[in-house]
């Protein structure tokens, strides 16, 4: 018998399958709030960033390169969109 011979692995691992059962359940638990809690920071980010806009001078608008009017337009604009 050859050495390859005697390596044998789970056919699941093979095909890379995910978990079944309780354990399957939980990690696709575990990953939806992971997700949905990557979803809310990149919006509160946003958020962020559009409020600091409201709050810059016109030499810093200027500086960047958008006017008052654009600022303003978008730091109003809500979280979500």
């Known amino acids: 018998m050859d050495a390859i011979d005697t ?35 990149s919006l509160l980010d946003r958020r962020r960033s559009r409020l600091a806009l409201l709050e810059m001078t016109d030499d810093h608008l200027k500086d960047i390169g958008i006017s008052r009017c654009d600022a303003d337009r978008e730091g109003l604009r809500p979280f979500w969109d």
């Not at 390596?7 to 939806?32: C, K, N, T």
Request: net charge positive; proline share 6%; glycine share 12%.
């Open 7 to 41: 390596i044998r692995y789970p056919r699941a691992e093979l095909l890379g399958a995910r978990p079944s059962g309780r354990r399957g359940y939980v990690h696709r638990l575990v990953r939806m709030v992971r997700s949905l809690a990557s979803r809310f920071g």
